[in-house]
Nanobody, 122 residues
Framework: QLQLVQSGGGLVQPGGSLKLSCAISGSTGDRRAIGWLRQAPGKEREGVSC????????NYPDSVKGRFTISRDNAKNTVYLHMNHLKPEDTAVYYCTTAIISGNNCRPFDHWGQGTQVTVSS
């Protein structure tokens, strides 16, 4: 059974950095595309990025482009979301999910992490 377990997150001041981790357990973990998305109160869910099994990332939305980077370490079965120059509008619950990638687009699929709160505030 595939499981995604998230860690990281928390409270950070504007301009700060955080790294989220998504540890994937299960026999096919290193062969699955993984994505990050976020959900803020009162806002629509927003996809952040996805990464293929070989490390190719999909496009980032303009809201995070140049500040967020997705990466993976298949030896550790872990996908990361590096978040720099954080802004208050980045405050949300972040989820890692298995993903389906088509070109530069991706969508969440059938397994989700438990969610991690990221709060950007002074």
């Amino acid at each position: 059974q595939l499981q995604l377990v998230q860690s990281g997150g928390g409270l950070v001041q504007p301009g700060g950095s955080l790294k989220l981790s998504c540890a994937i357990s299960g026999s096919t973990g290193d062969r699955r595309a993984i994505g990050w998305l976020r959900q803020a109160p009162g806002k629509e869910r927003e996809g952040v990025s996805c990464i293929s099994q070989n490390g190719s990332a999909t496009n980032y939305p303009d809201s995070v482009k140049g500040r967020f980077t997705i990466s993976r370490d298949n030896a550790k079965n872990t996908v990361y979301l590096h978040m720099n120059h954080l802004k208050p509008e980045d405050t949300a619950v972040y989820y890692c999910t298995t993903a389906i990638i088509s070109g530069n687009n991706c969508r969440p699929f059938d397994h989700w992490g438990q969610g991690t709160q990221v709060t950007v505030s002074s």
